[in-house]
């Protein structure tokens, strides 16, 4: 484990301890936990990401096909 020294506003710092004792864990157990989530999170978001990009794209309409209207596409009796 590596140490390291954060600066926190007082309201932030009363919130953690509160939260940390709440949950019965140390202070710096729970925000190595809230980081470690936060690094999964973003890895899993980025992994999609460029499993989302990195797709073939397919074309929903043919070339010379007939675009809708601006009024078949906002027909609310249709979505009713």
Do not use: C
């Amino acid at each position: 484990m590596k140490n390291i020294t954060i600066t926190l506003d007082e309201s932030t710092a009363q919130w953690v301890r509160r939260t940390a004792g709440e949950h019965g864990k140390s202070v710096s157990r729970l925000i190595s936990e809230i980081l470690a989530e936060k690094r999964v999170e973003s890895r899993e978001y980025q992994e999609a990401m460029r499993a989302f990009l990195g797709r073939k794209l397919t074309p929903i309409s043919t070339p010379g096909d007939r675009l809708p209207t601006r009024d078949e596409i906002y027909d609310r009796v249709r979505i009713r």
